[in-house]
């Protein structure tokens, strides 16, 4: 009978032991998602970005301590060909990225949302495996000062192209 209450006294330590340690850890994950969101706050400003056919401009703004709203136009041959609208984030437990689209050419209009993954080697990395295509963006910067956002992933079962914008900050911020 002893050796029971025993058991059963060290079984609700360790539990005990175990739920506490389950709560740091928790603390320390939404302290390390804040850390990450605060660290994005190096997007805020206008960026711009020149292909062959012609130009690329992004906007961040920081609204508050949990959001940054953004927007992207391409422009292809002095037409507007593309615009996103794009909202991150911050809910105490996890970072989202959505990104509403609207294709000119094609009158269609999208929207996707992802989930904060990693912040590593200066970029951070956002997924959804449930969107068709791209399933990956992530954000790198770089050492003199650019940006580069990457939309990737499969496509039908299959690679798709990368698509890959690098920026660097209007000269007005």
């Given amino acids: 009978m002893k050796h029971s209450f025993t058991l059963i006294v060290n079984a609700f330590a360790f539990a005990l032991a175990l739920s506490s340690l389950q709560g740091c850890l928790e603390r320390d994950d939404k302290k390390a998602l ?50 996103n609208s794009y909202r991150i984030f911050f809910n105490g437990k996890q970072i989202q990225f959505d990104v509403s689209t609207y294709s000119y050419t094609k009158k269609v209009h999208k929207k996707f949302d992802y989930i904060f993954q990693t912040f590593k080697d200066s970029t951070f990395l956002f997924s959804s495996m449930s969107n068709e295509y791209p399933q990956q963006v992530s954000f790198t910067l770089s050492a003199e000062g650019g940006l580069v956002q990457r939309f990737e992933g499969t496509l039908n079962g299959a690679q798709a192209n990368k698509i890959e914008y690098v920026y660097q900050r209007k000269a007005d911020h």
Avoid: C, P, Q
């Avoid at 190096?42 to 992004?58: A, I, R, T, V």
């Avoid at 961040?60 to 422009?75: A, C, M, P, Q, V």
């Fill in 34 to 83: 804040a850390e990450n969101f605060s660290k994005m706050s190096y997007l805020n400003g206008s960026w711009e970005g020149k292909y062959d056919e012609g130009l690329f401009y992004l906007n961040y703004k920081k609204e508050n301590d949990s959001l940054i709203t953004g927007d992207f136009t391409l422009i292809r041959f002095a037409d507007t060909v593309v615009t």
